[in-house]
């Protein structure tokens, strides 16, 4: 049976889950459109919904010491969120922060619930400050005043008297800084001699400071740091406090600060392994591990309770719609609190992905997921399907087997899916993630071609109707794909792509311009960013083209989904335009996503 894409994108996301101080269970979910806070006394139990608003939001986190909550809250998904407070007794919303014009960053609350911090672009468009704001003050206090840059607040210090910065050079490329809150002193935290990357930081009991850091290694890994040894040039060393897995990366880290109960995640090969335990007496170790009972799937993160005893763990996978587990730290007991259902569609038609193997030009293997639909052989003899490449964005993000329903819908109507983590993919160690940096950015579309030439040996596979299809950086490298390989696609797909890197780095949000140069380049190199800019081979493409962007988009701006359109039509290839004037990057409101998909499956019909 086939469904119709709005029952697939009905289904609920439940996600960013936070404890209370009474026990509940706070988290952000879709009902109703677009992402609302709910809340949940116990696991099954009806939710209670707490806001009510058109608008998304973006992020909830609960008050250490009050029952209250802060949330974040954009316009027309432009991403410059506003800070709200909510009283959970009474159920007033307090808005904190009011300049539209500046990005506010959650920096969390301080210990004792009295105040919290944030980075926010107030004084210019490039420029991150930090500031410190009581709960309910009507003002923020300037605590430190940026040089310049992406800064964000990582982490309080458990006294409340000082706070980690974490200044964004570039995705590989991060910065500690430790900040005295009364002094407004930063001092450095981090090696200044090696570029690595710090995120997930968190305070022990002894007052060390921990993070999920590659420095000095391969792949990442839980790391201390020794604050006291902060100066001009930062630490010259990080104790290694657990290892990944076999090669693997840990991804993500919690550490309680008063109990010293931790919680951390290991990506392998895209599926999540989750550990919960405690930091031991010296703090060198995680130990006395236990596993939570959660299907094989995707953990897009851990949050710890009031003293750490229960974590809440984000969860999804290929056949599970993103829900919330709780789980006991110590006893490792897991209870499923959040099932958003299935809006009617039978569990058993979410199908899951094959994880394969391709080689490419240089030798090198490329990881990616495959899935035939259902009824369908891979030898061919219940015939062939389509093919939809499915790329991922970032770039330096990683495709992994959570759950898209607009990958089931498609699989429903008879496409198969191939999603390749291309060479500047995170996940597989720190050199696979710089073979596409710069000049080496057209190596990445090559992967494309080589994913194209596993596909003609897959005997199910229609290669005669290809998709190439992707959000973002997945964008750009659709609009590549079918300018460097035009003979190889039936159609194509664009979901904000950049198509000038030139324009996209000149137009693109202030405070994004220098952490994307160093990955694509600098506006000083324009032979660089020509060569590597599908707008400048327009030309060579011969398939309708399909193209989706939100006008409100401070990352890629609009003018890159109308620049290549206009070029492409010119040349009478059929192009179809989908753009909202009140989304942004992501597509937000169901309603449109509704809209967006039901044009493309008809997009698709007509040309593939």
């Known amino acids: 049976m086939s469904y119709p894409i709005a029952r697939y994108l009905g289904i609920d996301s ?27 006394d116990e696991p099954d139990s009806y939710p209670e919904r707490l806001t009510a608003h058109d608008e998304r939001v973006s992020f909830v986190d609960a008050s250490p010491t009050r029952a209250e909550l802060m949330f974040g809250m954009d316009e027309g998904s432009n991403e410059r969120d506003q800070l709200y407070r909510y009283d959970l007794a ?36 490039d420029t991150f400050d930090v500031y410190v704001q009581g709960r309910d ?27 980690v910065l974490q200044e964004s050079n570039s995705s590989a490329d991060q910065v500690l800084y430790w900040l005295d809150i009364d002094g407004g002193d930063a001092e450095r ?16 009991p002894d007052g060390d400071l921990y993070a999920v850091t590659d420095y000095g290694a391969e792949t990442a890994y839980v790391g201390r740091i020794d604050p006291a040894e902060r100066g001009d040039r930062g630490v010259e060393s990080v104790e290694t406090v657990e290892p990944g897995h076999d090669d693997w990366n840990v991804d993500s880290l919690q550490i309680d600060a008063d109990s010293g109960r931790a919680a951390y995640t290991v990506n392998v090969d895209g599926y999540s392994e989750t550990y919960l335990g405690a930091l031991s007496d010296d703090g060198s170790e995680i130990v006395d591990t236990t596993q939570p009972d959660v299907p094989e799937g995707v953990v897009a993160g851990v949050e710890l309770g009031p003293d750490g005893e229960r974590a809440a763990i984000e969860f999804s996978a290929d056949d599970h719609p993103h829900s919330v587990y709780v789980a006991g730290t110590e006893s490792g007991d897991t209870e499923r609190w959040t099932a958003p259902g299935t809006l009617g569609i039978p569990e058993d038609r979410f199908l899951r992905s094959e994880t394969i193997r391709y080689e490419t030009f240089d030798g090198r293997e490329i990881p990616a997921y495959w899935t035939l639909p259902e009824g369908v052989s891979e030898d ?99 609009l590549s794909a079918i300018t460097q390989y035009p003979n190889l696609w039936a159609a194509a797909v664009d979901f904000v792509g950049i198509a000038d890197f030139q324009t996209f780095l000149e137009n693109t949000g202030e405070w994004r ?23 400048h081979d327009v030309d060579e493409i011969q398939c309708p083209l399909f193209i989706q962007h939100g006008a409100n988009d401070p990352r890629v701006p609009v ?37 967006e998909f039901e044009r493309i499956s008809a997009f698709l019909e007509e040309h593939v």
């Open 189 to 204: 935290l981090t090696d200044a001699d090696e570029a690595a990357r710090y995120h997930h930081v968190a305070f022990g």
């Open 559 to 595: 003018s890159e989904a109308e620049q290549i359109a206009e070029a492409v039509e010119a040349r009478g290839i059929p192009v179809e335009t989908c753009i909202f004037e009140d989304e942004g990057h992501h597509t937000t409101d169901r309603e449109n996503l509704i809209e």
């Open 380 to 478: 061919g003899s219940d015939g062939q399907v389509p093919v939809m490449v499915d790329i991922h964005g970032g770039p330096e993000h990683q495709r992994r087997p959570w759950f898209y329903p607009t990958k089931q819908y498609f699989l429903n109507q008879g496409y198969a899916v191939l999603e390749p983590n291309v060479r500047g993919s995170s996940g597989y160690g720190k050199t696979y993630t710089h073979l596409d940096d710069q000049e080496k950015r057209l190596d990445s579309v090559k992967d494309i071609e080589y994913a194209v030439n596993w596909l003609e040996r897959q005997p199910a596979a229609d290669t005669d109707r290809l998709i190439a299809y992707g959000r973002s950086y997945g964008g750009f490298m659709v």
């Open 90 to 125: 009474t159920g007033e919303e307090h808005q904190l922060t009011d300049q539209p014009e500046a990005k506010h960053l959650w920096g969390g609350w301080g210990p004792d619930g009295e105040q919290f911090a944030f980075a926010a672009n107030r004084r210019q468009g």
């Open 14 to 40: 439940t996600d960013t889950p936070t404890f209370t101080v009474n026990d509940t269970l706070a988290y952000l979910a879709d009902t109703t459109g677009t992402p609302q806070v709910y809340r949940l």
């Open 513 to 535: 311009r220098e952490h994307r140069a160093a990955e694509y380049g600098s506006l000083d190199d324009p032979e660089l960013l020509e060569r590597i800019s599908p707008i």
């Open 137 to 163: 003050a009507e003002s923020a206090d300037l605590v430190w005043e940026g040089p310049g840059g992406f800064v964000g607040v990582a982490a309080w210090h458990p006294d409340g008297d000082a706070l």
